[in-house]
């Protein structure tokens, strides 16, 4: 009887043992998820890094350029290398062809840029509503391309995004043209904050349009 005993408690804990095990496998996540989602965190880090690189040297070129810095060449040339970062990372998953045409469209947001922070700062009326209105269209094709690339990616969203990327810009060289350093510390928070969103909301769009690149599920299979 005794051994009876023994041999059903030693059953009962084997069986306990074996359910502990299968629900703690179910619940952890496997090599393959972990790894999956490695993946996908760094390629938010890197595009983020990307991005606010975008915004940071948009920044110092600002700031050199209101205020005769002699850097602010330096800045540009540094701001244009950043569009052919973004512009190679993106080809990575939609080729180079696609890449190099992002790339140009970046460089022509950046070159438009320049633009208005010259008209600005000489009071050129005139040449800043011209130099915006080119900006708006650059930021609509922006969109257009990156809404052709993605389905991930609504055009609508995208165009929002570029439209309050340039509008948060312009508030950065407004302040500071004004001398109003906290306004223009609240405006270069408002940019960085918004490219951040920018960022993942790219990141996440490739995801779900690459899933097999990332171990994940495609939406159409949610």
Not at 49 to 72: C, E, F, M, N, S
Not at 97 to 110: M, S, V, W, Y
Request: include cysteine.
């Amino acid at each position: 009887m005794q051994r009876l005993k023994i041999v059903s408690a030693s059953l009962a804990c084997a069986f306990v043992l074996g359910v502990s095990s299968t629900a703690l496998a179910q619940a952890s996540p496997t090599g393959t998820a972990m790894a999956s989602s490695a993946t996908a965190a760094t390629l938010k880090q890197d595009m983020r890094k990307l991005w606010t690189d975008h915004v940071v040297w948009t920044r110092d070129y600002i700031v050199a350029a209101l205020g005769d810095h002699p850097g602010a060449q330096a800045s540009a040339n540094r701001l244009l290398k950043n569009q052919e970062d973004i512009g190679n990372a993106v080809a990575k998953f939609y080729g180079d062809a696609a890449g190099k045409q992002l790339t140009t469209l970046l460089k022509e947001h950046i070159t438009i840029a320049v633009d208005v922070v010259k008209a600005a700062k000489a009071g050129d009326k005139a040449g800043l509503q011209k130099a915006d209105g080119r900006w708006q269209q650059n930021g609509e094709q922006i969109a257009d391309f990156l809404s052709k690339a993605n389905p991930h990616w609504p055009r609508a969203t995208l165009a929002e995004m570029m439209k309050m990327h340039l509008s948060t810009t312009t508030n950065e060289v407004v302040a500071r043209l004004n001398k109003d350093w906290e306004g223009d510390v609240r405006a270069y928070d408002a940019v960085y904050d918004h490219i951040i969103k920018m960022s993942d909301a790219l990141s996440d769009g490739i995801v779900k349009q690459f899933p097999d690149k990332f171990g994940a599920r495609s939406s159409s299979s949610q």
